[in-house]
């Protein structure tokens, strides 16, 4: 099969020619149809996530269909479609996992980074953290709930329960299905993008934001909660610094710039501010369960398989409206 390969960080990926991989007995061997691009991808080609498996196919927002079912499998039947998302596996038996945190798994594994994911025509995935999806939409829509819509759907509710004005920094993938959930849910929704990037302004109010400006501008209203999807640290204490009382700042990402120091008067009046690790299955039952009703429509742009690196550094740019998504050769929806 062909496959897009990072065989050393901060390299460009090399398109290869590789075994189709073979399904263990708990595991699915999937024909993948769409893969998304997600900045942590970035992360790690770049290096600033450090402990890749090499060589590696990277890739965890993966929609495509059984072509075989390990032995010990269950709910999953040869053409089924199914999603996989970053959470590749966890022990189950670590304290993080008995306590319903699995997201904390001591013992993890990452589809994309720790085993390989769905940059290449087929994967094999644990069925255990495996997605049934729905088969009403296109492949490629479908890809970036996996890891933007599911992580962004965690980092939003994160924010509590009491929030009516929503910050949202880095109008991204992540965001775009956000916005879309948050404006469902009766939220009003302040978009923040780097400054002067009018584009990704009105494509945030198109998706119903009230507002839309530059990271360092003073919102008309002070934010109930921020959500910082853009790796920049410096957005952490303008996020505070526009919040109202008891606000909560959370951060989705993976990696971000280190932060600079701020006054504590910013984080006084208890103020919260956390960042959100991973997911769990439960997040991504309820993602799936929602996106129907919102209902969610992704801004997507699909790009070849064999064009990754041109997808990497679309992304490296930021010139990108929505989600960018591989489509696989073959794939009948996007031939
Ligand atoms: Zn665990
Ligand atoms: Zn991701």
């Given at each position: 099969m062909t496959a897009m390969?990072?065989?050393?960080?901060?390299?460009?990926?090399r398109q290869v020619q590789v075994p189709v991989p073979a399904p263990g007995p708990t595991h699915l061997l999937i024909k993948v149809r769409a893969?998304?691009?997600?900045?942590?991808?970035?992360?790690?080609?770049?290096?600033?996530?450090?402990?890749?498996?090499?060589?590696?196919?990277?890739?965890?927002?993966?929609v495509g269909t059984v072509a075989e079912a390990?032995?010990?499998?269950?709910?999953?039947?040869?053409?089924?479609?199914?999603?996989?998302?970053?959470?590749?596996?966890?022990d189950g038996t670590c304290r993080y996992c008995r306590r319903g945190q699995e997201n904390l798994c001591d013992n993890p594994l990452f589809t994309g980074y720790t085993v390989d994911g769905g940059y290449a025509e087929y994967t094999v995935a644990d069925h255990r953290f495996c997605f049934h999806m729905p088969e009403d939409r296109p492949h490629a829509d479908q890809a970036p709930l996996l890891c933007a819509g599911l992580i962004?759907?965690?980092?939003?509710?994160?924010?509590?329960?009491?929030?009516?004005?929503?910050?949202?920094?880095?109008?991204?993938?992540?965001a775009h299905i956000v916005?879309?959930?948050?404006?469902?849910?009766?939220?009003?929704v302040y978009a923040f993008t780097r400054p002067g990037d009018t584009g990704a302004q009105a494509f945030a109010r198109r998706l119903g934001a009230v507002w839309a400006g530059d990271s360092?501008?003073?919102?008309?209203?002070?934010?109930?909660?921020?959500?910082?999807?853009?790796?920049?640290?410096?957005l952490i204490p303008a996020a505070l610094e526009a919040s109202d009382k008891g606000a909560a700042i959370v951060s989705g990402g993976i990696h971000m710039s280190d932060i600079p120091s701020f006054p504590y008067r910013l984080l006084w009046e208890e103020r919260v501010l956390r960042s959100v690790a991973n997911l769990t299955r439960a997040d991504g039952e309820?993602?799936?369960?929602?996106?129907?009703?919102?209902?969610?429509?992704?801004?997507v742009h699909t790009m070849p398989l064999a064009e990754a690196n041109e997808a990497l550094a679309k992304l490296r740019d930021g010139h990108v409206e929505g989600a960018l998504v591989l489509a696989m050769p073959g794939d009948p929806q996007h031939p």
């Open positions: 390969v990072l065989e050393r960080p901060r390299e460009p990926l893969c998304g691009v997600c900045r942590t991808d970035l992360h790690i080609v770049d290096g600033e996530l450090t402990e890749p498996k090499l060589p590696l196919i990277p890739g965890h927002e993966i390990g032995a010990q499998t269950r709910g999953f039947a040869v053409g089924d479609r199914v999603g996989v998302p970053w959470l590749g596996h966890t962004g759907y965690r980092t939003y509710r994160m924010a509590g329960p009491h929030v009516e004005h929503l910050g949202i920094y880095g109008f991204g993938a992540a916005a879309q959930i948050a404006v469902h849910e009766e939220k009003k360092g501008e003073t919102p008309p209203q002070r934010l109930d909660a921020a959500l910082i999807f853009a790796p920049v640290g410096a309820q993602l799936l369960a929602l996106a129907p009703q919102v209902p969610v429509r992704a801004a």
